[in-house]
């Protein structure tokens, strides 16, 4: 989505982040749901704010990413993949067009077998149409919604996604945005929300805490609209502000699959990764190694809540509640049983079938 200056842009650090998360994930979805046991006859990816589908210095957009994904993991005779691509800037949109014929100068597939729709508009007016023309509801529907916040996603959308057949959404979050136009805003942006006025109270918050307050907004508004499973990570540049990246799935197998992209990404772009519910705001990477101690603190507080827990149990909370994979688990607990803060029940070595849980202070 252009921004009103020169077509195209700069590819931010951060961007190339968002790029390799896109394209592994991708390689995972077209796949599985075009070639899994559950198979679907057709699936749809759609973008609400394209751009011109390259950068200033060559480097290749979401939508050339994502059809590279499907080509290159999917046989051109299985299923039919549709592609609608938005963006409300005209220039963007006949770029985008030379963009894809320079990436793919032959077909990769049939008109028949990959319809390719590129077209000027808006996500808030136009997406829901488009996918309406190119018959997609009814079968799976993966929406790259890469706004930065800087234009609305209508909750009607978010909806109608939610409810559609193994359908999922990207979305990418500028709480920045939020924060400084919130007195311009005011309840012509409650809708992003889901109608949920209490984002507005943001402006009451300490500074630390209002990029928090605007994403868990966000979450609860994505939970109504019916994204049962969220993840949600904190892109953590070098220079410039940070930026949440919200997926939301009707699905725990789609999170272990976003995970599993997330986790492989290239880390030496200069930009880290965290959870934005680690109030220390301890970055996850930054080399080789990732950092557990969010993690540890994490659990440690769940067992201090909930009391006694399977590892099984918090190797799901992990899964659903965190940045974490279920595999960085047992790690993340060690410390903890190694400085008496946490026991194994029975004693022994810790595994994933023990029961562990955080003494009162006074037995320790």
Request: one cysteine or more; glycine letters at 8%; proline letters at 9%.
């Amino acid at each position: 989505m252009s921004v009103g200056g020169t077509v195209p842009w700069p590819c931010a650090p951060h961007t190339v982040v968002k790029h390799d998360i896109y394209q592994r994930y991708l390689e995972r979805w077209f796949p599985i749901l075009l070639q899994g046991p559950r198979r679907y006859s057709s699936v749809t990816y759609a973008e609400g704010f394209s751009g011109p589908g390259i950068y200033s210095g060559g480097e290749d957009g979401s939508p050339v990413i994502a059809i590279r994904a499907l080509v290159t993991k999917v046989p051109p005779a299985t299923g039919v993949v549709r592609f609608a691509f938005l963006d409300n800037d005209e220039r963007c949109v006949n770029m985008l067009w030379d963009s894809l014929r320079s990436a793919f100068p032959e077909r990769p597939r049939t008109e028949t077998a990959m319809p390719v729709v590129v077209r000027e508009g808006t996500c808030a007016n136009d997406l829901e149409r488009v996918l309406d023309e190119m018959k997609a509801w009814g079968k799976p529907i993966f929406a790259n919604l890469d706004s930065w916040g800087n234009a609305p996603v209508p909750f009607r959308l978010l909806q109608r996604l939610a409810a559609n057949v193994s359908s999922e959404v990207m979305v990418t979050l500028s709480p920045q945005h939020f924060v400084r136009f919130v007195s311009k805003k005011g309840a012509a942006a409650d809708d992003v929300f889901g109608g949920d006025p209490r984002w507005r109270t943001v402006t009451n918050l300490a500074p630390e805490a209002k990029s928090r307050h605007i994403l868990a907004c966000y979450r609860q508004g994505l939970r109504t609209a019916g994204f049962p499973y969220l993840l949600d990570f904190e892109l953590v540049p070098k220079h410039g502000q940070p930026l949440y990246l919200i997926f939301g799935t009707g699905h725990p197998f789609g999170v272990e699959k976003m995970k599993e992209s997330l986790w492989e990404v290239d880390r030496t772009q200069g930009v880290g990764f965290r959870d934005p519910r680690d109030e220390q705001a301890e970055t996850l990477f930054v080399v080789d190694e990732p950092q557990l101690t969010p993690l540890t603190r994490q659990l440690h507080q769940k067992l201090r809540d909930g009391g006694p827990a399977r590892v099984e149990e918090l190797r799901q909370f992990t899964l659903l509640e965190t940045v974490y994979r279920p595999q960085h688990v047992l790690r993340a607990l060690k410390p903890l049983v190694d400085q008496g803060a946490i026991e194994v029940e029975g004693g022994g070595a810790l595994r994933i079938a023990s029961v562990v849980s955080s003494p009162p202070p006074s037995s320790r």
